[in-house]
């Protein structure tokens, strides 16, 4: 690019106010360009309970300035614990203080869904960001490319970005066919118990007083703890078989139901379960994977859950979803002519879409380690846990220092910058040419 050019500002759309959606926005506006986010919901906000944030995603928070809202409206699990469900004892532990910091380079964090939404929310408005509600998305003309609305209107813009989570719309006209959410077999009661209800039992003080994630692992479910910030609320997610009925995605139910369920497990757990009256269930789906997330006319690409929906055993959907965000928003800094965008898009693709793959594949695996059923296989997995030999394909892969390292290192701001000098060096005559030429 000649140096008196001035870099192109394009008007970036933006279909979807989800923690992916929002993390994008931030991105592409920080990178120079103009954005515009569609939500279809009447209110701004996250449904939900609590979210862990891994350092990968926190590091890109922190660079886009967050660090201190975040700070303020999270929690610091000083551990990952993983316990037998029987009886709850520990069978393997991760340190988390000060390790993710100094390793890797950003604090894992854990806050209620809502608190972090509305970080984001806010530093978009800082920005500049245009959020619209009651904007329900229900066409894209690729070529133009444009949105039109359910009340009729329609958008234009330079570039579209599809985050519309699981059930994308946006994903269903790139592909050109229906294509629901996949079932995968099982379901999550979501709670949230009092602190100081908790407090008012010995043997639970230990979870209200030391910030840790604690995940106790059975016969085909799984359950997964942490306190939120203020000691106000202990977050619960308990994972076992779908028996909800067709059709239905998000329900209430009491807790005798997940007593039953978990009637043999550790009566610590039982004993916090019990402590609530109301609980939400949702259907846990996800999605297969895709040829391509961008469209041949090279102005639109998919983001988050809508084209890389995963399990939560990983606790990292949210987490990939900021990284994407982050990714397109580095490479769309780089921008020099509007003519690379369909290259760049391409480029975003070939960075992103074999991490994330990796990680929804990796999920669902860890279903086989969090949900093994009683007997010698499951003999032999709490053995290695407790011997704590780490060797490869460890059951604890936030142990496993590949795996970690896989998950917590992924540095996305690096992966831009050798993707751009990568066709800088090939080009020999600036990188415009090279992203024309090669891509
Ligand atoms: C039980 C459970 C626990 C989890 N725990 C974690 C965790 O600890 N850590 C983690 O990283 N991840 C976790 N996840 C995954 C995480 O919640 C998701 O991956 C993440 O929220 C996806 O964000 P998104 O922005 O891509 O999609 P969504 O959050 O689904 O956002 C999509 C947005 O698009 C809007 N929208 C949809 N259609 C249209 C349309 N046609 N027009 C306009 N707007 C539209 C929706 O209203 C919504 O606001 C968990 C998931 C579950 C189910």
Request: with cysteine.
């Amino acid at each position: 690019m000649h140096p008196r050019m001035p870099k192109p500002r394009l008007n970036v759309l933006i279909v979807g106010a989800g923690l992916g959606g929002l993390s994008a926005a931030i991105a592409i506006r920080l990178a120079g360009h103009e954005v515009l986010v569609l939500e279809q919901a009447s209110t701004l906000s996250e449904v939900g309970a609590g979210i862990q944030i891994p350092p990968n995603s926190s590091r890109f928070l922190i660079s886009w300035g967050l660090r201190e809202a975040m700070d303020r409206v999270s929690v610091l699990p000083e551990i990952i614990r993983l316990r037998s469900y029987r009886d709850g004892n520990v069978l393997n532990e991760q340190p988390l203080v000060p390790l993710t910091e100094e390793v890797y380079g950003g604090p894992y964090w854990h806050c209620h869904r809502a608190d972090f939404h509305r970080v984001l929310v806010e530093k978009c408005q800082a920005l500049g960001v245009r959020i619209l509600i009651n904007s329900m998305v229900t066409n894209i003309d690729f070529e133009a490319p444009s949105v039109t609305l359910s009340t009729g209107g329609t958008i234009g813009a330079d570039l579209i970005v599809g985050s519309d989570g699981l059930k994308s719309k946006c994903r269903e006209q790139l592909l050109g066919h229906s294509d629901p959410p996949r079932l995968t077999g099982d379901l999550a009661y979501r709670i949230l118990v009092k602190a100081e209800e908790m407090r008012k039992h010995k043997d639970l003080e230990e979870f209200v007083n030391k910030p840790a994630i604690n995940t106790w692992m059975g016969p085909n479910a799984h359950a997964v703890s942490y306190l939120l910030k203020d000691q106000g609320y202990y977050n619960m997610v308990l994972i076992c078989p779908d028996n909800m009925p067709g059709g239905v995605n998000v329900m209430s139910t009491d807790s005798s139901e997940v007593l039953e369920f978990f009637k043999s497990w550790d009566p610590r757990l039982q004993k916090m379960i019990g402590l609530v009256s109301s609980v939400s269930k949702w259907r846990l789906q996800n999605s297969t994977e895709m040829a391509s997330w961008t469209h041949p006319s090279g102005k639109f690409a998919l983001l988050g859950d809508a084209c890389h929906a995963t399990l939560p055993y990983l606790a990292q959907g949210a987490a990939i979803a900021v990284e994407d965000g982050g990714v397109l928003g580095g490479l769309l800094a780089k921008l020099e002519d509007r003519s690379q965008l369909p290259a760049l898009l391409r480029t975003y693709e070939g960075l992103r879409k074999n991490r994330t793959t990796k990680i929804v594949v990796g999920s669902t695996g860890m279903r086989d380690i969090l949900h093994m059923e009683d007997g010698e296989k499951q003999k032999r997995r709490d053995a290695v846990l407790l011997a704590d030999d780490i060797k490869p394909g460890f059951p604890n892969k936030w142990r496993d220092p590949t795996f970690r390292n896989f998950l917590f290192a992924y540095d996305g701001a690096r992966e831009v910058e050798i993707a751009w000098e990568r066709f800088r060096e090939r080009s020999g005559s600036g990188a415009a040419g090279v992203f024309r030429a090669r891509l």
